[in-house]
């Protein structure tokens, strides 16, 4: 049922659940977020601190900019939940003068530059702007509600008004176009104002914003993840799973439905599992995602059901990881750990729940490979699947990163790292979505449709995915991602990750086609901007910081290959021609001392290969092929065979 009017805190919790809360706030692990939600609070209210919300002076350049969104939301987040946990009127009001800054100031509706484009203010601007500000706001008017005036309270509610007012013109003519978290934040913008002041104050469109509330959240989960969980955007946008939790909560709070039993809550934190660097700390990191990403708090309310058995484990390798932890916990995830975290859960690993060590996201097309959960396995993750409609996009299909004895050989430029932009004043150089970034293959130096650069529409597809003890096989098409025509004949990668025999390995097949004229391929290959690469003819190494891993091109025999840089990331090229360009490459990586296991290649008809290993007289033979059989376009067959017998697959 509706809020009443005047009964506050209600959004995420009432004030007669707060004593349990800030009891149990006293030991384990919630402790730990408390220190850190109290220093972080006396951090934004420091004026020595360059971290501070001076919203008296606005001497920062945060209050004049879009950027300034980020930092200022994130510490309405943490003060809004500093006050609820430990009562003092010093945070609460700290809080509530920031906000009443940004109202009275007008500081919402400055236009400012964005990456090259204008933004003409954080509540105007784009979706998740006016999204992540609203909510903001309505946690700290709710939250707070105590230490505002009757008269801080109506000019609130003013400010609430226009806010909705902006918001009519465009969330269903627009918004509902969008999947992703722009989108979906957008139209939740006006929600969260309406529930916070529901009974407070008449609001437009008040009625029409709480249908639009579970319209969008849903349409956010099942639109900006595939049914297995893996996100459209990438581990790092998903990050608006932990917004829609909340959205949820508040929704069924009011009386909704319990929108945290939709199946993306408990999924998500699947896809990172099976996506997590073998070490730790981060989610392989494809699509538009910064390094430090991936986390567990938007699925924090199944904690303890039998629906979230990862999360203790994945929370530990993820936001409590040693390398980001309870220390480095800003804003909503400070909150969501305190209202939701449970000391007393079992530890659980993938294979102590009996997950396989590989795993496809058909709707998404990822194959994740891996040996283990360890920090010196492997990680093999092979990109080739469907886009979503405007969701952020880059030129990736048939892309692969590899993870392995502690090292990150193949690496995804994710969305720039330190060479992208810090300016956003200046246009954001989208280096990083390009096919030439990405470990796949150009044909004619020509790009993968559907970036920001590159107009279009791709669609790649992963035409199979196998997985047993020994190896695991999957078939990508990318034939529709390029090509002048939109479409070239053939664009197929075969991707096997073998672990029995003598050594593991990684084999690839490429055949690719354009339209029956002669061409060149070029096959890139990106590793840490850390590490170094050595070239010898067709082999070459990537040096990590201990380990090693052993690149060879076995077929042809003619292919140039070059070892270059390109944004900061040693590269290597491999580069064919023909009408049909058949490659076939192996990546082995190797501890110090450890022997180069000897690989040879046997052609058997286009497209097909036997790859042999020999190591210390142990032999292993792979027969595999990049192409399709038959009108329904079914994947030749993957075998493998170890000492003379038959392993599984």
């Known amino acids: ?339 939701w975290w449970k000391d007393d859960q079992p530890l659980r690993t993938p294979a102590d729940l009996g997950f396989p060590p590989a795993r496809l996201f058909p709707g998404r097309g990822i194959a994740s490979m891996r040996t283990g959960w360890g920090a010196e396995d492997w990680l093999l993750s092979f990109f080739c699947g469907p886009q979503q409609y405007k969701c952020h996009r880059q030129g990736d299909f048939n892309h692969l990163s590899l993870y392995a004895l502690g090292e990150r050989f193949l690496v995804d430029a994710g969305y720039g790292g330190a060479s992208r932009t810090a300016n956003v004043e200046q246009t954001l150089n989208r280096w990083f979505g390009e096919t030439d970034a990405h470990n796949t293959v150009t044909l004619d130096g020509g790009a993968q449709r559907g970036t920001a650069l590159t107009r279009g529409w791709p669609e790649g597809e992963m035409i199979e995915f196998r997985h047993g003890d020994d190896f695991d096989a999957a078939l990508g098409d990318a034939s529709s991602t390029c090509g002048p025509d939109h479409r070239v004949r053939r664009a197929l990668r075969r991707v096997v990750l073998v672990r029995a025999g003598p050594a593991q390995y990684v084999a690839v097949v490429d055949v690719h086609e354009k339209d029956g004229s002669p061409f060149r391929a070029e096959a890139h290959w990106h590793t840490d901007p850390d590490n170094r690469i050595d070239a010898e003819g067709r082999r070459f190494v990537i040096q990590g910081r201990r380990n090693r891993c052993i690149g060879e091109v076995l077929y042809p025999t003619d292919a140039a290959v070059t070892v270059g840089e390109h944004c900061g990331r040693p590269q290597v090229r491999v580069i064919s021609e023909g009408g049909v360009v058949e490659s076939v490459t192996i990546l082995c990586p190797r501890r110090p001392g450890e022997v180069r296991p000897r690989f040879a290649a046997v052609r058997e008809g286009e497209g097909r290969f036997r790859i042999e290993c020999e190591l210390d007289g142990a032999r292993s033979v792979l027969s595999c092929a990049a192409a399709v059989e038959g009108p329904l376009r079914r994947a030749a067959a993957t075998e493998l065979r170890v000492g003379g017998k038959a392993a599984s697959g």
């Not at 139209?187 to 609001?203: N, Q, T, V, Y």
């Not at 639009?212 to 893996?230: I, N, P, Q, R, T």
């Open 1 to 339: 049922m509706p809020f009443n009017a005047g009964d506050h805190p209600r959004l995420l919790f009432s004030a007669a659940e707060l004593p349990a809360l800030r009891a149990g706030a006293a030991s384990g692990l919630k402790a730990e977020v408390l220190v850190r939600l109290r220093q972080r609070c006396s951090e934004l209210m420091d004026p020595g601190h360059p971290d501070v919300l001076d919203w008296r002076t606005r001497a920062r350049d945060i209050w004049r900019s879009r950027k300034g969104i980020f930092p200022i939301v994130s510490g309405l987040d943490t003060l809004a939940a500093g006050y609820a946990f430990t009562g003092d009127p010093a945070i609460g009001d700290y809080a509530r003068d920031v906000v009443m800054t940004i109202i009275e100031q007008k500081l919402a509706d400055i236009p400012s530059r964005s990456w090259g484009a204008a933004t003409q203010g954080w509540r105007r601007g784009a979706g998740h702007d006016k999204g992540n500000l609203s909510r903001a706001m309505a946690w700290v008017y709710d939250f707070c509600y105590d230490r505002f005036t009757p008269a801080q309270r109506a000019r609130f509610a003013d400010f609430a008004r226009v806010c909705m007012i902006l918001n009519r013109s465009t969330w269903r003519e627009d918004w509902w176009q969008i999947a992703n978290n722009r989108g979906s934040r957008g139209i939740l913008a006006s929600s969260w104002l309406a529930m916070a002041l529901e009974g407070d104050a008449e609001l437009p469109d008040a009625p029409r914003a709480m249908v639009d509330c579970e319209l969008a959240v849903e349409h956010y989960l099942f639109l900006a993840h595939d049914a297995a969980g893996a996100p459209f955007e990438g581990p790092g946008y998903a990050g608006c799973l932990a917004y829609m939790a909340a959205t949820a909560e508040a929704l069924r709070r009011r009386g909704g439905p319990n929108l945290l039993t939709n199946n993306r809550f408990e999924r998500m934190p699947e896809y990172l599992a099976y996506e997590l660097l073998p070490w730790g700390g981060a989610a392989n990191n494809w699509n538009d995602c910064d390094e430090a990403n991936g986390s567990i708090a938007g699925s924090l309310p199944l904690m303890g059901t039998a629906r979230a058995p990862l999360l203790p484990w994945l929370a530990r390798q993820l936001d409590l990881h040693p390398e980001r932890g309870a220390a480095h916990m800003e804003g909503q995830h400070l909150l969501y750990f305190l209202l």
